[in-house]
């Protein structure tokens, strides 16, 4: 096929995988109730589109998602839907990065990057998921992706948009500094390597290393514009995310303020995210090493072991048979396993979300190795091998089946059951739409407390202020999860107790006895007392608020103005 035929069937081939990618992600991307994580950062987007106040929270990570989503419920209005579409659109574009590689792999290669992209179980699952991780993966993907480009094409305009990338890589997740140390430690054992075999080429690697540095000096130079353009772009974008609001707003109308929006969107930005995931920061990191790696591999096992047995063989494939091995597949291979290693010891929890950041680097030798079973079926087929094309054809439909039967499972089959590889410990088993609803009927028509939680679970004594995440931390506040995003949705008023009966005379405190409050919350240990302390007309509903059975009550009163009989 003529390379204008090839070019174009691999640029359908991408496209495709976009398509597919787009439905996989955006298909009843609302059915799901929220998970805990997704319920706070919503929580203080509903707050920040109130008020027009933000400002960098280290707890809830970066400015992405605050600022997307504000405009986002400002046009369509709150939904879950709405606050999962910019994941689900970046996770449906990040297959289109392929295209980048076009001349560091073949096309089949490409082709076979752009697929594992769109259609790997864990990239799937959280691409329908309000968190930052399948974010800073595919900016930092598609970082390295323009930087390969400006390379094979020699146009420094890639490598602005290359510090744009990794610019929004940073306003999505801390964890981009541990890309940028990724590509720094991976380029590092790419050199090594050029060290190592150094005198099988006849060379010394003094001689090697000085070339290196020579070359990469000269290049930097010549490229000056192109990387000063790069590193503005990218201090551009951080500052533009990470200014505090309405003072940025301020400071565009008043440029006198301009240097304090810099500094709060700089040196301010990494004051909060030192204090919070620097090594002394309060982030607790008190866990198993090995507790942790045990179940980021079981996790990669059950959800993605055709992609990373394809990654495997591809890597080796490429290290120790390719004539000449290619940096981009050796560099994404040391990537994967860096990622492996490292990513159990830097998380504060157990989220089977941390294993996105293998997937992605894992699916460019992977793609080789889809390649290698694609080269012995042509390789059969040319020798009138029946059987090997046979196997080779089965090897490949068994990979895209493994594929397509756990992405049914996780995301739209069992999206919310204990038993799903992905799913972590806050995501309510239950669906709560039942319970929303009512809170949502009820809210408008009520006066004073709409929804009142009762026990030390979900009791918050003292002072705090809940628009606040410092206020919060520590609080049980966050074991009402992820209730307080619906009720702040519904614009409910909402209190919480550890009163049954009412308090003595003259003390105001609220109980469950005397609240008029038409939805009443409460673990489910408690919902004899509770019942029987509420009036007739209160009917419970039972949900699950965790995959683990946490199991609470919902008591409605049927009575209330707009609530009608639970269905």
């Known amino acids: 096929m003529p390379s204008f035929g090839r070019r ?10 976009v398509l597919a990618a787009l439905a996989l992600r955006v298909v009843a991307l609302g059915d799901r109730t929220f998970h805990w994580d997704e319920a706070r950062v919503g929580y203080w987007v509903l707050q920040y589109a109130a008020t027009g106040e933000w ?3 280290a707890i809830v990570h970066g400015p992405f998602l605050f600022h997307v989503d504000e405009f986002l419920f400002g046009l369509f209005g709150a939904s879950d839907a709405v606050a999962r579409l910019p994941v689900a659109v970046v996770g449906a574009l990040l297959p289109a990065t392929a295209w980048l590689f076009r001349a560091r792999l073949d096309d089949v290669e490409v082709a076979a990057l752009a697929g594992l992209l769109a259609l790997n179980p864990v990239l799937v699952y959280y691409s329908r998921f309000v968190r930052s991780d399948v974010l800073v993966a595919a900016f930092s993907v598609a970082a390295v992706g323009f930087a390969v480009r400006a390379l094979d094409t020699r146009r420094g305009g890639y490598l602005v948009a290359a510090g744009a990338a990794l610019g929004l890589a940073f306003t999505t997740k801390e964890n981009a500094l541990v890309y ?22 006849g060379e010394s690697f003094e001689r090697v290393l000085h070339e290196t540095v020579q070359r990469v000096g000269s290049g930097l130079f010549a490229w000056r514009r192109a990387v000063a353009g790069g590193v503005l772009a990218f201090l551009v974008v951080v500052v533009v995310f990470y200014a505090p609001r309405p003072e940025f707003y301020a400071a565009l109308a008043d440029p006198t303020r301009l240097p304090n929006a810099v500094a709060a969107g700089t040196a301010g930005a990494w004051t909060e995210f030192w204090s919070m995931w620097g090594v002394s920061g309060s982030a607790s990191r008190q866990h198993s090493y090995i507790a942790f790696l045990a179940d980021a591999v079981r996790t990669l096992g059950a959800a993605s072991l055709m992609l990373v047995a394809a990654a495997v063989v591809g890597f080796l494939a490429e290290r120790y048979v390719a004539d000449e091995p290619r940096d981009l597949v050796l560099f994404a291979g040391y ?4 990622s492996v290693v490292v990513y159990p010891a830097i998380t504060d929890i157990s989220g089977h979300w941390s294993v996105v950041h293998v997937v992605v680097p894992a699916a460019i030798p992977a793609a080789v190795g889809v390649r290698v079973v694609v080269d012995r079926g042509r390789s059969a087929y040319r020798s009138d091998d029946r059987v090997g094309v046979a196997l080779a054809a089965l ?18 089959l069992m999206p919310q059951d204990d038993d799903n590889a992905l799913v972590q410990y806050g995501q309510p088993g239950s669906q709560l739409d039942g319970a929303v609803d009512r809170i949502e009927r009820a809210a408008p028509a009520n006066d004073g407390t709409d929804v009142l939680y009762y026990g030390s679970h979900f009791h918050v004594a003292g002072e705090y202020d809940p628009t606040d995440p410092d206020s919060v931390a520590g609080t049980n506040w966050f074991n009402r999860l992820p209730l307080p995003w619906y009720t702040e949705r519904a614009d409910a008023v909402t209190d919480s107790t550890t009163r049954l009966t009412a308090p003595a005379a003259g003390n105001a405190t609220v109980s469950v006895e005397t609240t008029s409050a038409p939805v009443v919350v409460t673990e489910a240990k408690d919902y004899r007392e509770v019942r029987d302390r509420l009036g007739p007309a209160y009917e419970g509903l039972t949900y699950e608020l965790t995959a683990t059975n946490t199991i609470i009550v919902v008591f409605v009163d049927t009575e209330a103005e707009g609530v009608t009989d639970p269905r």
């Open 180 to 201: 940028a140390a990724m590509f720094v430690g991976a380029s590092a054992l790419l050199l090594d390597e050029q060290l190592f075999t150094a005198r099988e080429r």
């Open 395 to 412: 090897v490949l439909l068994a990979a895209v089946g493994q594929m397509g039967a756990v992405t049914a499972e996780t995301s739209y």
């Open 55 to 57: 400002a960098y929270r």
């Open 8 to 17: 174009r069937a691999g640029a359908m081939a991408v496209a495709t995988a």
């Open 335 to 338: 990537w994967a396993v860096a």
